[in-house]
Structure formats: structure tokens, C-alpha cells
């Protein structure tokens, strides 16, 4: 069974950082793309982050670029480095897998049950 577990979320200022993680176990994760979406109370969920697990490229959302860094680790976990944040970064983080690393929420298969983030101005 896969089970995707976020953590490292809580509360920081405006400007400071945090790192999230995704542990991912169940399967075997080298031929998937790992995903970091968010939602906002009233917001639909979107898309912040995606990288695929055996290498390559990472994809961001405009309104992270610059501040984010999506990485993974040999152990299947996947890290989301989030600087200079800003009072709109605040939302309920999620860690996805899926078949492509592209920004669509119907692309991942498996989710994570999400971890808050509160940036106070």
C-alpha cells in the first residue's frame, strides 16, 4: 500500500523558511514524479512544485520560482525548500506521486494527507 507522509510544517514569519518532507514507501518510486501542490482556505488546491524521481528537471509554479527548491533523496523521500516566504504561501502543503511531472492534479495517483504552513506578516 503507498503511503506518502508529509512533515515539517508550522508556523514562520514573513522572510524565514521552512523544509517540508515527503516519506514515501509501498512501492517503488523511481519511475514516478514526485509533487508538491497547496490549498488555501476557499482556494482550489495548486500546483507549487514536481520533479520526477529518477532525475532531470524540476517545474515550479510562477508565484514560487526563486523562493522554492523541490529535491529528493536516495531513501524515498522528497524535500520541498521554501525561502523568503510571504503571508500567501499559507496553505495546507501536499505531497504527490504520479506518472508525469507536470502541473495537473488528475496526472498524480497517490497523496498525502498534507501538512499546514502558516507564514504570519
Known amino acids: 500500500q503507498v503511503q506518502l507522509v508529509e512533515s515539517g510544517g508550522g508556523l514562520v514569519q514573513a522572510g524565514g523558511s521552512l523544509r517540508l518532507s515527503c516519506a514515501a514507501s509501498g512501492r517503488t518510486f523511481s519511475s514516478y514524479a514526485m509533487g508538491w501542490f497547496r490549498q488555501a482556505p476557499g482556494k482550489e488546491r495548486e500546483f507549487v512544485a514536481a520533479i520526477r524521481w529518477s532525475g532531470g528537471s524540476a517545474y515550479y509554479a510562477d508565484s514560487v520560482k526563486g523562493r522554492f527548491t523541490i529535491s529528493r533523496n536516495a531513501k524515498n523521500t522528497v524535500y520541498l525548500q521554501m525561502n523568503s516566504l510571504k503571508p500567501e504561501d499559507t496553505a495546507v502543503y501536499y505531497c504527490?506521486?504520479?506518472?508525469?511531472?507536470?502541473?495537473?492534479?488528475?496526472?498524480?495517483?497517490?497523496w498525502g494527507q498534507g501538512t499546514q504552513v502558516t507564514v504570519s506578516s
Open positions: 504527490a506521486a504520479g506518472r508525469t511531472a507536470v502541473p495537473r492534479i488528475d496526472s498524480y495517483d497517490y
